[in-house]
C-alpha cells in the first residue's frame, strides 16, 4: 500500500485483500483458474483471455460480454472470475508463470503499479489511446504515478467518486417510531442527536423489542466506516485514517472529535440502543438483521443496495457526513482518476483485440448501463450519473451523494516519487481500538488513541526513511498541505489532461 493511501477513502468496497498461502505452483493456478469463467459470443475468431474479481457485479460483466460478442464476432473474450482475497497472489503467480492472461485487473497491494510498469507487466496504450479517446474522459482521469508513467498511459479510472460509506435508514422501523415528516418521509438524521433522539424514540416506541441502531463486526472491524460517516463532518477531514493533510500529522490523540465519537457510540451502548451482539454477528448478518427491522440504522456501502434489492428489500433511506451540527465541516476527498481499474499484457499476441475489449469496457455506454440499469456504483463518464434517470430511489439518492466528495490534496500529485512509499500496515487499527473499546478490554480510550497515532506517524515515517534509502526524493514535507481548507475542492496543480 502506497503512503498515499491513507488519505484516500475507496480502499476497497467488497472486502479486505487476504493472503492465499495454500496457492503455490502452476498447478494450483491452473486448477484456480477452472473455478469459474464465462465468455463472449462464439469460440470462432481470435481469443483472449481476462481476469477479474466482480461478483455481484457479474450481472452487468456477463451483458458487457454478450453486447461485445454480437458486435464484435470475430473476437472471443474469455473471462475468468478469481476471488479478490486471493487475486494479488494468483496474478504474481500467473506472471511468473508467464501465464497471466490479456486483460486483466490491475493488482495494486503487493507490487505497485509503477513497479508493474518497471518489470514490464504492463503494455502501453500509446498506439491506442488518441486524444478523442483520451477526452472521452473527464479531467484529471489520466495523472502522471497513478495510471501515467513517464508520459506513457497504461490504465484508466472505471468509476466515480463518492462517499465511501453511507447511514441506511429502515423508512419501516422509522414509521412505526413515528418518526416522518408531516409529507410521510422519515426524518432522516442530519446530526448526531438526531441519530440518539431517533434510536432513543425507537427503542420506547417498539418496547425494547426493535434497536436504533446496529452493526456487524464479527468477521471485519468495521468501526473504521462509522468514523467515515460521523467524524468527516465534525471537521477532522482525515476521517477514519486519521491523518490531517493540512499537517501530515496522524490526530486520533489530539483531535477531540475522535474521542468525542467513541463516547457518543459507547453512550449508545450504555443505553442499549445497539443490536447487543453487533460485535459478534457479521456484517452479512447484520445487513440481513437490518433488512427485517431488527434495527433501524446501519452504516454500510452501496453493494449493501443489490443484496437488499434482491430479496425485495426497498424501504429503506441513506444520507452520509453527519456531524455534531447540521453544518459540515468536511467530506469526502477524491483523488484525480480515482482508481485505476483494468490493463492489458504486455505480452498479449493479440493486442489489438484486447484493446477492443479494453476500449469497449472503459466506453461511455457501458457507463451508463454500470449505474443506470445495473445500479452498481457511479461512473466514471460524468453524464452515467444522473440521478433523474434512475427509477431506483434508494440507488438514485446514492448516486446524489456525489457532490459530497470533493477533490483533496494528494501527495503523489504533487510529488510522484511519493507513490513508491510503502507504508506498513498498522495493528491494532482503528477499528480494532474502537472494538477494543466497545467490548471493554480497553478502558484508556484517550491512551490507546495517542499510541494509534504514534504508531501511524511512525510508520509513515518509516516509508519515507525506506523510500530515501531506495534513492527516491521524498520528504515529511511531501505530505503537508497547509493551504487546504477541508470545505472546498482542492485545486490540483496538474495538466488537466495529458501533453
Known sequence: MSASDPSRTHLSRRGLLRSAAALGGAAALGGALSACSSSSGGSGGTAITHWDYYDSQEPWVKNELALFGRAHPSIHVKRTKNAQASYDNLFNLAERSNRAPDTFFLTKQTVPINQQVQKGWLLPLDKYATAEWIRSFPPYSFVEGLNVFDGKIYSAPFT???????????????????????????????????????????????????YGLGFGNGSTNLFAWWFDVLVRAAGSPGGATGLDMRTGKYTYGTDRNYADLIELIMGWKKKEYFYPDSLSISDEIARAYFERGKFGMTVGGVWN???????????????????????????????????????????????????????????????????????????????????????????????????????????????????????????????????????????????????????????????????????????????????????????????????
Open 160 to 210: 466515480g467518486s463518492g462517499p465511501a460509506n453511507q447511514l441506511y435508514i429502515n423508512n419501516k422501523v422509522f414509521r412505526d417510531a413515528g418518526l416522518t415528516n408531516p409529507d410521510g418521509s422519515v426524518q432522516v438524521p442530519k446530526t448526531w442527536d438526531d441519530m440518539s433522539r431517533a434510536a432513543a424514540t425507537i427503542k420506547a416506541k417498539s418496547g425494547g423489542k426493535t
Open 305 to 499: 443496495e443489490a443484496e437488499w434489492t434482491s430479496h425485495g428489500f426497498t424501504d429503506y433511506s441513506i444520507t452520509t457526513l453527519i456531524g455534531p451540527e447540521e453544518t459540515r465541516k468536511g467530506y469526502f476527498y477524491t483523488t484525480p482518476a480515482s482508481s485505476p481499474l483494468l490493463a492489458i499484457n504486455a505480452h498479449t499476441k493479440h493486442p489489438d483485440a484486447a484493446w477492443e475489449w479494453f476500449s469497449w469496457w472503459y466506453g461511455k455506454d457501458a457507463g451508463v448501463r454500470w449505474t443506470q440499469k445495473y445500479h452498481e456504483d457511479l461512473s466514471v463518464h460524468p453524464e452515467a450519473n444522473d440521478a433523474s434517470k434512475i427509477s431506483f430511489k434508494p440507488f438514485a439518492d446514492f448516486v446524489a451523494l456525489d457532490k459530497l466528495a470533493i477533490g483533496g490534496p494528494q501527495p503523489w500529485i504533487r510529488n510522484p516519487a511519493t507513490s513508491s512509499v510503502v507504508v506498513p500496515p498498522v495493528q491494532p487499527d482503528l477499528g480494532a481500538v474502537v472494538a477494543g473499546v466497545y467490548s471493554g478490554q480497553i478502558k484508556n480510550v484517550s491512551s490507546a488513541l495517542k499510541s494509534l497515532g504514534d504508531r501511524s506517524q511512525s510508520a509513515l515515517e518509516q516509508g519515507i526513511q525506506e523510500a530515501k534509502k531506495q534513492g527516491l526524493k521524498v520528504s515529511a514535507a511531501d505530505w503537508v498541505f497547509s493551504d487546504w481548507d477541508p470545505t472546498k475542492p482542492y485545486k490540483w496543480d496538474i495538466p488537466e489532461y495529458p501533453k
